[in-house]
């Protein structure tokens, strides 16, 4: 009987999981468990872009100026939020003083 040396072994056992993956790869499209979204999507492309609001830009100078207009409103955009979620907090804070105070009135 003749005996197969070990690191023939492993390279034929290596040699099959490749071809396993190989052969596996193209069946894997996306894969589904339960709900209308795949878990997971093998190959998918990214949604397309929707540029109908993109202005036609006809220099760069004016292309530098649409980039820094939309910079500007991005950070004037992110202090609204900023001065809205520190609104949102004083209202909280002051929604629980009001339960607070209704509470010790009702309990009395």
């Known amino acids: ?17 490749a071809l396993a993956l190989v052969l596996m790869v193209p069946n894997t499209g996306c894969l589904k ?21 993109v202005p036609r830009v006809r220099s760069v100078e004016q292309g530098q100026q649409i980039v820094d207009d939309a910079y500007a409103r991005i950070q004037y955009l992110e202090r609204e939020l ?14 629980d003083r009001c339960e607070d105070r209704l ?6």
């Open 103 to 108: 509470e010790r009135l009702t309990d009395d």
């Open 33 to 53: 468990i339960g709900g209308d979204e795949p878990l997971l999507r093998v190959g998918s492309e990214p949604p397309p872009v929707d540029t109908s609001r």
């Open 1 to 17: 009987m003749r005996q197969i040396p070990a690191v023939h072994r492993s390279v034929t056992l290596v040699g099959l999981f």
């Open 82 to 95: 900023a001065d809205t979620k520190g609104d949102l907090r004083k209202v909280k804070r002051e929604r």
